[in-house]
């Protein structure tokens, strides 16, 4: 891959994965255009450290009021983690039967296939685009509704059933390529009537809990399928993986204020409506063959 193709890849991921609009549709829709094939073992790798950049935004952006939320404190780092824990086995829990059956209608019913597979596949992202859009556009238009009403949120601080909520939509975003996880996340807490900002927080710091095991996954699958494939060649890619690290990082901490200044704003049903046009964008590239 042109080291120019790295650079808009990377832009893309870092804006796109903290943003509520799926990074791996827009990720996989921008390769395709551009004629890269991102499940080569040499861009599979490239992608865990695309992620690996936006994480780093993710701390980057988030520590100060992490310290002042969760870590301040004994009595407050230990509900924190109570419910993390809470949210991560609710993810597990739900990803893996979810996974099992996906696999399962990959291989029509018989054997099981690797759910990488889908990756590429637009037919199935523009279903779980447009799913992930109504679930945001209901959370947006209803905190809309209460705001105009004068109703605040509930009071401070998650319950365990607002964890459980959360985990379980990220446990059910994780299989599928354009089901958004910040996009699920936020909407499932902002439906349970938290304030907006604890939910912003704790849903991103689910995904750096989450983060660095989806990357070992991911870094797993890329070493086996180049083993398969005859070798990798490691040093050509650390010079642009390392340049696209530094640009999804940035594009990154872009996204993040745009993301935050859009929820104090009650702009959030904007996603919504963005991810079902794009749906629609992906699904008529489907039909074309793409």
């Not at 959360?166 to 299989?175: D, E, F, R, T, V």
Request: with cysteine; hydrophobic share 55%; charged share 15%.
């Amino acid at each position: 891959m042109s080291l120019l193709h790295v650079i808009v890849l990377s832009i893309v991921q870092g804006m796109a994965e903290l943003l509520p609009v799926s990074s791996s549709a827009h990720v996989i829709v921008v390769a395709k255009l551009l004629h890269e094939n991102m499940s080569t073992p040499a861009n599979s790798l490239l992608l865990v450290l695309l992620h690996t950049g936006t994480m780093f935004a993710v701390i980057a952006y988030f520590w100060r009021r992490w310290m002042t939320e969760f870590f301040s404190s004994w009595s407050r780092f230990y509900p924190f983690a109570r419910l993390i824990a809470i949210a991560s086995t609710c993810s597990a829990v739900v990803f893996l039967p979810v996974q099992a059956g996906v696999k399962r209608i990959l291989g029509g019913g018989g054997q099981a296939v690797d759910i990488e597979s889908l990756f590429n596949r637009l037919d199935w992202i523009a279903p779980a685009l447009a799913a992930v859009g109504l679930l945001i556009l209901v959370a947006g238009v209803r905190e809309l509704r209460r705001s105009s009403a004068a109703e605040a949120a509930g009071p401070p601080g998650l319950r365990w059933a607002d964890a459980v909520v959360m985990g379980a939509l990220q446990g059910l975003a994780i299989p599928f390529r354009g089901f958004s996880r910040s996009g699920a996340t936020i909407s499932g807490g902002m439906l349970t009537d938290r304030p907006r900002t604890e939910v912003e927080s704790f849903s991103f710091a689910m995904v750096v809990v989450i983060t660095p095991f989806a990357i070992l996954w991911e870094l797993r699958r890329a070493i086996r399928s180049a083993h398969a494939a005859g070798g990798l060649h490691w040093g050509v890619l650390i010079g642009p993986g390392l340049v696209g690290m530094g640009f999804s990082f940035l594009a990154g901490l872009l996204a993040l204020r745009w993301l935050s200044r859009w929820l104090e704003q009650g702009r959030w049903y904007r996603f919504g409506i963005y991810c079902l046009a794009f749906a629609a964008f992906v699904g008529w590239l489907s039909s074309r063959g793409w």
